[in-house]
Structures are given as C-alpha cells and as structure tokens.
Nanobody, 123 residues
Framework: VQLQAFGGGLVQAGGSLRLSCAAS????????MGWFRQAPGKEREFVAV????????SYADSVKGRFTISRDNAKNTLYLQMNSLKPEDTAVYYC?????????????????WGQGTQVTVSS
C-alpha cells in the first residue's frame, strides 16, 4: 500500500483546508484509516480515525467539532476537512492505514503511512 497526502498549505487563523490521501497498491476498504500530525519539536499525535465503511469516527479532543474525517472507498481516498483552524494546528499531517478495522489512536496500530503534507496556520 502506498499513501500520498496532499492539500496542505498556508492559511490564516479561522480558515479552512481539506486534506486528501490517495492510496494505491491495495484498496483501503477493509481497514480503518487515520490522520496524525507532528509539529516541530513535538511527537507525532493522533488527530482522527474512521472505520472501513465510514460508519464510525473518533477525534482528538483538540480538533473535535472543527475537523471532519471521511473516506470514499470507490476512489481509494481519505479526507480531512479542517475548519476554524488555529495556529496550534500547524504541523505536518500524515495519513495512515491501520492494521485493524477499529477506532484506534496508537501509532503502533498503523502499518502504512503517507509522506505528510505541511499545514501552516498564521495568526
């Protein structure tokens, strides 16, 4: 499985961005998919996860109510809609495919990772 995240950029606080993650090699449909982020000097952290059919989602408290994760299995694509962005959301965002179809947040539960896309929110 190869994952490629894109859609990042520079946005002002309060703005929106939509990240996409395209998969190739194998379909996404059998596993949960997640988004993570890593700010400079900090550890990579969980952002959101969605089950294989999109019926269940889970979010980090810091993004709950502002970010929405979704997926289109027919297009082998994962999305992250980010609204009301804050400067503290600045990070490199990574998509990942879980080894399970569970709402897991632990990095160790994800086997395949995309290369990351930079999101910068200015104040």
């Amino acid at each position: 499985v190869q994952l490629q995240a894109f859609g990042g950029g520079l946005v002002q606080a309060g703005g929106s961005l939509r990240l996409s993650c395209a998969a190739s090699g194998r379909t996404l449909s059998s596993n949960a998919m997640g988004w993570f982020r890593q700010a400079p000097g900090k550890e990579r952290e969980f952002v959101a996860v969605i089950t294989w059919n999109g019926s269940s989602t889970s979010y980090a408290d810091s993004v709950k109510g502002r970010f929405t994760i979704s997926r289109d299995n027919a297009k082998n694509t994962l999305y992250l809609q980010m609204n009301s962005l804050k400067p503290e959301d600045t990070a490199v965002y990574y998509c990942a495919r879980s080894s399970y179809n569970l709402l897991v947040s632990a990095i160790s539960r994800y086997r395949y990772w995309g290369q990351g896309t930079q999101v910068t929110v200015s104040s």
